[in-house]
């Protein structure tokens, strides 16, 4: 059980960290554009902790319910490894999307970037005539690869058995917890 609680907990935790560390870019790329005083930086980052949170709940939902419901002889270390590079690209491909898209709009993700979805063709084409995008799938591979390997030294490499009712009882707390969130 505890392997598997911290197999998730490193997961939230570079979620996390990279969520933060975001603050601090999208701050400094919009410098001119807000407020400096600490007690608003300090606001800007307390304000968006809960919902780092919460969303850091919602990004290892999915490993998360993988993790307590699949049997431990699935998990061997290169699916544990696997598992862990591919929630790291994903991480980094979102944060290079936020990036690019806070360059250009000042803003987080927002009704605009559900508006790219709907006209995804001609969202696609500009990105790649705007950006290197050539460049950046490669770099952001080999980032995640190096995120995982860092990872790794802390990485179970199976997992112990558990009793079934310990595995839901995780589930449902993990669960909850996000959906919570919105109501605080």
């Known amino acids: 059980m505890v392997e598997r609680v911290k197999y998730i907990a490193i997961h939230f935790?570079?979620?996390f960290a990279l969520q933060t560390f975001m603050r601090l870019v999208m701050v400094a790329v919009a410098f001119s554009a807000v407020s400096t005083g600490a007690a608003d930086l300090v606001e800007t980052f307390v304000t968006g902790l809960?919902?780092?949170f919460a969303a850091g709940l919602f990004y290892v939902l999915p490993v998360t319910v993988a993790v307590f419901l699949l049997p431990e002889n699935f998990f061997k270390r290169k699916i544990l490894t696997g598992i862990a590079f591919f929630m790291n690209f994903l991480l980094l491909f979102s944060a290079t999307s936020l990036f690019f898209f806070w360059q250009e709009f000042l803003t987080n993700f927002n009704f605009i970037a559900v508006d790219y979805l709907i006209y995804s063709h001609e969202l696609l084409l500009n990105i790649w005539q705007s950006y290197p995008v050539e460049f950046l799938i490669p770099l952001l591979f080999f980032l995640a690869g190096f995120l995982t390997v860092q990872q790794s030294r802390f990485l179970p490499?199976?997992?112990s058995p558990c009793a079934v009712p310990?595995?839901?009882?995780?589930?449902?707390?993990i669960a909850i917890l996000p959906a919570g969130m919105f109501y605080i």
């Open 13 to 15: 935790f570079s979620y």
């Open 157 to 159: 490499k199976k997992f």
């Open 50 to 52: 809960p919902f780092d």
């Open 166 to 173: 310990k595995r839901l009882l995780s589930i449902i707390l």
